[in-house]
């Protein structure tokens, strides 16, 4: 059984920093993929970043290239998302997911490709 669990959320000034944590227990294919998305008031959600586990490869949507980062720590198997850089853009509900089987990587940033979500956690960016 996928378990899936975020925390890290909060207030930050704009070009502030926070650190998202996941907690993605039962992933037990060679193949698996974790995923961030966010949904701010009134909008779809969206892509932020990916990893993959074969080759450890990551992904990002181009708003955030350059500013957020996705790594997962070995020894604890936590993945976590590191803003920088932060703007009130970035304000929403930030979600981690994660597929027992990568998604291809042409829908590596669809939210439809993962099965496991957690419950989501605020980030409000304030100016």
């Known amino acids: 059984q996928v378990h899936v669990a975020e925390s890290g959320g909060g207030l930050v000034q704009d070009g502030g920093s926070l650190r998202l944590s996941c907690a993605a227990s039962?992933?037990?294919?060679?193949?698996?993929?974790v995923s961030w998305f966010r949904q701010a008031p009134g909008k779809e959600r969206e892509f932020v970043a990916a990893?993959?586990?074969?080759?450890?490869?990551?992904f990002y949507a181009d708003s955030v290239k350059d500013r957020f980062t996705i790594s997962r720590d070995s020894a604890t198997k936590m993945v976590y998302l590191q803003m920088n850089d932060l703007t009130p853009k970035d304000t929403a509900v930030y979600y981690c997911?994660?597929?027992?089987?990568?998604?291809?990587?042409?829908?590596?940033?669809?939210?439809?490709?993962?099965?496991?979500w957690g419950q989501g956690t605020q980030v409000t960016v304030s100016s």
């Open positions: 997911a994660a597929a027992q089987q990568s998604p291809i990587l042409s829908a590596i940033r669809r939210d439809d490709m993962y099965h496991y």
């Open positions: 039962g992933l037990t294919s060679s193949s698996y993929a």
């Open positions: 990893l993959r586990r074969m080759g450890w490869r990551t």
